[in-house]
């Protein structure tokens, strides 16, 4: 494997309907592959729309298997057209009244690696989670991929440093965050988190948001997705804060272990210190 990997993320606004979402985010692959990019992650459930603006249970029938599911298996085939890995958020139905917020993985000759299931759940006006998802239950899954190894943490996950902690420990060198944030305080924090999260734990970050006001709220979403460096630095510029947008950037794996080697944090790590931070 090369030491640098084309990676792409894409935030679009939704179209009104499952069907015309899938066939938006075909076309954005069928151009990232174009463009060389060997692995891509799309928005927090990105097949459908941000419905944890209200509380209706219509929406529960948005949830599906996953990886027998009609989606992952669609995406399944596309990953082995275009050789590239994916990364795609979708409603997970386990079993009826079982339900996650979730992340399928597809490695780049189409083959289902596993799955990351959102663990923190916030339930707020405008995020109202809860009456949706079930806390995830499968930790903190690295997964082997084509262009390496490859993490997920999905949106509300990355206020709680422990879970980008895990990754890293188990070796992620590149960790997507598809997420759905809309204007506010999150504003500040979504340029803050993320590149702070990549320079404490020495991996690159893929960050995605969704884009525009969906009709079942006033949540008004801000885009601004970008990929940031193991020093904490954007790579290029980050996307726009109004507009659909596909993000393709060249990741230089070797900047993962030159900072390590320059910032030995993992090294220092004193976790006979750390157990407190556990207890409840």
Not at 66 to 74: E, F, L, N, S, V
Not at 229 to 248: H, K, W, Y
Request: net charge negative; proline share 5%.
């Amino acid at each position: 494997m090369s030491e640098t990997v084309r990676a792409a993320v894409v935030q679009t606004l939704w179209t009104g309907d499952q069907e015309s979402m899938l066939e938006l985010h075909e076309k954005h692959l069928a151009t990232a592959a174009a463009a060389g990019v060997q692995v891509m992650c799309f928005q927090e459930l990105f097949n459908g729309p941000y419905f944890c603006q209200v509380q209706e249970a219509d929406y529960y029938s948005y949830a599906e298997a996953i990886p027998d599911g009609p989606t992952t298996k669609r995406f399944q085939e596309l990953a082995a057209k275009h050789n590239m890995v994916l990364v795609l958020p979708i409603y997970e139905k386990e079993q009826p009244g079982v339900l996650y917020n979730t992340a399928a993985v597809v490695d780049a000759d189409g083959s289902y690696l596993g799955k990351y299931r959102k663990v923190h759940i916030p339930h707020v006006k405008g995020f109202y989670e809860k009456f949706y998802f079930r806390p995830g239950n499968l930790g903190f899954p690295v997964f082997n991929t084509a262009v390496g190894k490859v993490g997920v943490y999905i949106c509300y996950d990355r206020h709680f440093p422990e879970g980008w902690r895990a990754l890293g420990l188990g070796g992620a060198q590149l960790v997507f965050n598809p997420s759905a944030t809309s204007r506010g305080l999150s504003s500040y924090l979504w340029k803050l988190e993320q590149t702070s999260s990549a320079a404490a734990n020495l991996y690159f970050v893929g960050a995605i948001n969704r884009v525009g006001v969906e009709a079942l709220g006033d949540n008004d979403f801000y885009g601004t997705s970008y990929f940031a460096n193991p020093r904490g630095e954007f790579v290029e510029e980050t996307a726009s804060d109004q507009q659909e947008e596909l993000v393709i950037r060249d990741l230089d794996y070797a900047l993962i272990d030159e900072t390590r080697d320059q910032w030995a944090f993992y090294r220092d790590r004193r976790p006979d210190m750390y157990s407190p931070l556990a207890q409840a």
